[in-house]
């Protein structure tokens, strides 16, 4: 073999090894874990659609706007206060027709909230949190997005929104109060970040005092909902 054969195929064996010895590294560095327990980011797919958010308050806006009469009725109150009869099954969401307003269909009765105008017709942000923790999970800001896409669109420019935080009964009054306070503030913080004008959120939080099941401990009681107000 010449000597120039020899160095082609040193040549060829080196690039070999030195490409191998690359793809060990990065394998190894892709399985140390990060320090401080950090997970590498990973992309997430929203529950829902910013469609399915503009049509959710699109039809609430349509509803809002009908004159008071046969098709529509309000009532200012809480749930509780609209809804006197509702069973503890339903949780109190269904409303009835406010006295002296007429025979009206319960489903087209609005409730609106005295403290902050809000039609009481929620939508889940499906938010979720680190445990004991106001920090939005990759899953809670794929759904943000696709929130703030909604809210954004033509026919509900100018519509206001307010953002609620709500937790379930677990840890002290003080305690839940205060996380409910700040996970709202998370999530509003995070659409203004998106492009959502400041002026059309509010953040209001209800810590353990509004559950939306019976049983207050229930997880289905931590959650953060966003409800339009009334115009």
Same mark, same amino acid.
């Given at each position: 073999?010449?000597?120039?054969?020899?160095?082609?195929?040193?040549?060829?064996? @080196?690039?070999?090894?030195?490409?191998?010895?690359?793809?060990?590294?990065?394998?190894?560095?892709?399985?140390?874990?990060?320090?401080? *327990?950090?997970?590498?980011?990973?992309? +997430?797919?929203?529950?829902?659609?910013?469609?399915?958010?503009?049509?959710?308050?699109?039809? @609430? =806006?349509?509803?809002?706007?009908?004159?008071?009469?046969?098709?529509?009725? @309000?009532?200012? #109150?809480?749930?509780?206060?609209?809804?006197?009869?509702?069973?503890?099954? #339903? #949780?109190?969401?269904?409303?009835?027709?406010?006295? *002296?307003? #007429?025979?009206?269909?319960?489903?087209?009765?609005?409730?609106?909230?005295?403290?902050? +105008?809000?039609?009481?017709?929620?939508?889940?942000?499906?938010?979720?949190?680190?445990?004991?923790?106001?920090?939005?999970?990759?899953?809670?800001?794929?759904?943000?997005?696709?929130?703030?896409?909604?809210?954004?669109?033509?026919?509900?420019?100018?519509?206001?929104?307010?953002?609620? *935080?709500?937790?379930?009964?677990?840890?002290?009054?003080?305690?839940?109060? &205060?996380?409910?306070?700040?996970?709202?503030?998370?999530?509003?913080?995070?659409?203004?970040?998106? *492009?959502?004008?400041?002026? &059309?959120? =509010?953040?209001?939080?209800?810590?353990?005092?509004?559950?939306?099941?019976?049983?207050?401990?229930?997880?289905?009681?931590?959650?953060?909902?966003?409800?339009?107000?009334?115009?």
């Amino acid at each position: 073999m010449t000597q120039k054969s020899n160095q082609s195929l040193n040549h060829a064996l @080196l690039s070999g090894g030195l490409r191998h010895s690359l793809c060990a590294g990065v394998l190894a560095l892709a399985l140390i874990p990060l320090p401080g *327990g950090i997970q590498p980011a990973v992309a +997430q797919d929203a529950t829902y659609s910013a469609e399915e958010v503009s049509k959710h308050f699109k039809q @609430l =806006k349509t509803r809002s706007l009908k004159p008071t009469g046969a098709t529509r009725a @309000l009532c200012i #109150g809480t749930r509780d206060e609209c809804n006197p009869n509702a069973s503890s099954e #339903g #949780g109190g969401q269904v409303a009835v027709s406010p006295e *002296g307003s #007429g025979e009206t269909d319960a489903a087209e009765t609005l409730v609106v909230d005295p403290e902050t +105008q809000a039609i009481d017709d929620a939508f889940n942000l499906l938010v979720s949190f680190e445990y004991a923790s106001a920090r939005l999970s990759n899953a809670a800001k794929a759904n943000l997005r696709e929130f703030a896409k909604g809210i954004n669109v033509a026919d509900l420019e100018g519509a206001k929104f307010v953002i609620e *935080g709500h937790t379930d009964g677990i840890g002290s009054i003080s305690y839940n109060q &205060r996380l409910s306070e700040d996970r709202a503030q998370a999530v509003t913080q995070f659409l203004i970040s998106l *492009g959502v004008s400041q002026n &059309r959120l =509010k953040t209001v939080a209800y810590g353990e005092s509004r559950p939306k099941v019976a049983d207050i401990n229930d997880p289905a009681n931590r959650r953060v909902e966003s409800k339009l107000v009334l115009e």
